[in-house]
């Protein structure tokens, strides 16, 4: 955790020096910086950044989020598939590392390492971070799914993972508060944590 934190700092200062010099560095497959969402909604991508596990054992390692998880992802988001990949997208494990049980296996510290990549690397506002494997990987345990927390110089959103293999999705009104919370965090909006019921901390 201490080199984690170390490089933290250092990205953090990058992160400052290049917003303060207005700096335009976009996504290399960045195509509309700005979209409207279709409630009319402004959402500017190259200030977005989604971390998920990893790919699916037929997913191409080269496009993180291109399958079915990125098309939820997308939907929840009010956004269309396009404009999900023009935000900044990195999975933690780079290859599908196979099952453990009924859920796939994770590398954390293959995850580790990549969490800090995206610390020194992206110069984003807001990351997503896919299920509760991701979020430790940044040093966020022991937190509700739609909690917001700042670190880092940045603004993280600890979101369920998409896969359908979390229950967390069985319940309809977590779907529903879920789209609410997503959609705000995207807009740059803070969610209070007050509307966070205590009872959505899972384990994944």
Known sequence: MQL???KAIVAQRKFIRSTTAGS????????????????????ETRKIGLVGQAPS???DPRKPLAGPNGQKIARLAGMSYGELIACRRKHLNTHYSGKRGKR????????NVNASDVLLDWRVERIVLLG??????????DLPFLAEI????RRFLIFPHP?????WWNERRNERRARQIL???????????GEIPKEWIEPR
């Open 183 to 193: 959609q705000r965090f995207l807009r740059g909006e803070t969610v209070p944590a």
């Open 57 to 59: 054992r037929r997913g």
């Open 132 to 141: 509760k494997n991701v979020a430790r990987c940044f040093g966020l345990r």
């Open 150 to 153: 700042r670190i880092y110089g």
């Open 4 to 6: 984690l934190e170390a």
């Open 104 to 111: 796939d296996a994770f590398d954390h510290a293959k995850g």
């Open 163 to 167: 896969s359908g293999v979390n229950r």
């Open 24 to 43: 335009q560095e976009l996504n290399g497959d960045l195509t509309q910086p700005v979209f409207m969402n279709k409630h009319g909604h402004k959402i």
